[in-house]
């Protein structure tokens, strides 16, 4: 199999004004795909980093989109890519590094380098799992908190019920108590009558 010098692996960082619609940034996003599909490129992956701080002024934005992409293509591909970032008003900051030469396209591991994250997303992954953690941990600590103050509130409702079923038992005592001596009453009245 020849080996095609000409392949090379790049990764490109590019900012996006971050007062675009959802619409425009689509738009973006698919003017570097159909450009790396017109010269031969092959995307490997793209990253979205997100809204991110500048570190000083660009077009009076104070905070850019970032996007990550990596892909094989070869050094004409490069300079299109670049001129298009130029021309288009929705960009405001790009930078393309190359980091590999003579990549073989048919020994290139596609679903191995896609797979693999860049140490921002990596951080962001963690960041979004710790935070995953921190919610569910509160969710059980919410629910044992709910738990205990059901817990609490029973036992003083066990308490009450027993005095709530005494009561009526206790009245039914009294009545027992009144029927007994009306019916001495009665008794008594009948032997005074006789």
Do not use: C
Not at 73 to 84: A, F, I, M, T
Not at 109 to 121: H, I, N, S
Not at 142 to 161: G, L, V, W, Y
Request: aromatic share 8%; proline share 3%.
């Amino acid at each position: 199999m020849a080996r095609d010098p000409n392949y090379r692996k790049y990764e490109t960082v590019f900012i996006l004004r971050t007062d675009l619609s959802d619409e425009d940034k689509g738009k973006a996003l698919a003017k570097v795909d159909s450009i790396l599909k017109d010269f031969d490129g092959h995307a490997i992956r793209r990253e979205d980093w997100g809204p991110r701080k500048l570190a000083y002024k660009i077009e009076k934005q104070t905070k850019g989109l970032y996007f990550y992409q990596l892909f094989l293509g070869k050094g004409g591909l490069v300079l299109e890519l670049e001129r298009n970032f130029r021309l288009m008003d929705s960009v405001l900051k790009f930078m393309t590094v190359t980091i590999d030469d003579n990549i073989v396209l048919a020994d290139f591991d596609f679903a191995g380098e896609a797979k693999e994250l860049t140490w921002l997303a990596e951080q962001r992954g963690a960041k979004a799992a710790a935070a995953a953690e921190a919610e569910e941990r509160q969710a059980a600590e919410e629910a044992s908190a709910e738990a205990d103050a059901k817990e609490e509130t029973e036992p003083a409702k066990a308490e009450e019920a027993p005095e709530v079923a005494e009561a009526p038992e206790a009245e039914v005592a009294v009545e027992e108590k009144e029927e007994a001596e009306g019916g001495e009453e009665v008794a008594a009245e009948e032997e005074e009558v006789a």
